[in-house]
């Protein structure tokens, strides 16, 4: 449904207070965008967003995510009523993050892409279907599934600083503060610098 110009200057400027890191025209462009997936997309939806589907296609051409379970936690998190589709607050909102977050942002960012089922820890079998997916496994590999035990095992050495065997945010905050790379140890969930 088409907006009237004034609910658009509205959206507009409310947009660009809650996404602080971005400015105006940035908000307004990628308000463009959003209108034009919600047009590319089926009209289940009536105009108010746009599904999975066109998420992940957007999120894979844009910034060459293709990992299918971090583009549907991604889409989860991006889906914040659990609608089943992104409506433009949370499509702005989403990306004001995913491009341009802080290290605190993007830490809970990405710790809630790792934390599979949402209870608060990043636990072993989490970690280990993280970089099941995440990693080239070669034909050669005998046990595939030991190397992915032994980084998991490694990775829970570095970061499991109250040594319970599982990572609550606070173990992958002090972890990811003392050596930034950790941020998305357990498989890319951000777009590279491109």
């Known amino acids: 449904a ?32 959003f209108d034009t997936l919600v047009a590319r997309a089926r009209s289940d939806f009536a105009g108010a967003g746009f599904d999975r589907t066109v998420f992940r296609d957007t999120l894979y051409s844009a910034f060459g995510m293709t990992d299918d379970v971090v583009l549907d936690r991604v889409f989860s ?12 607050v949370e499509w702005v909102e989403g990306l004001a993050v995913l491009l341009r977050g802080t290290l605190e942002e993007k830490m809970k960012y990405c710790f809630t892409v790792y934390d599979l089922n949402g209870d608060g820890y990043i636990s072993k079998e989490e970690m280990f279907q993280m970089l099941k997916n995440s990693l080239l496994i070669q034909p050669a590999d005998e046990e595939p599934d030991e190397g992915i035990k032994d980084l998991v095992e490694i990775a829970l050495k570095k970061m499991d600083h109250d040594h319970d065997g599982k990572l609550s945010f606070t173990d992958f905050e ?14 890319p969930c951000l777009p590279d610098i491109k």
């Open 174 to 187: 002090k972890a990811v503060r003392d050596e930034n790379l950790l941020l998305e140890a357990f498989g």
């Open 77 to 88: 998190i991006f889906d914040r009523e659990n609608k089943g589709c992104i409506t433009v």
């Open 2 to 33: 088409a907006m009237s110009r004034k609910a658009r200057k509205l959206l507009l400027d409310s947009l660009t207070r809650s996404a602080k890191h971005f400015n105006r025209s940035e908000v307004e462009c990628l308000v463009n965008l």
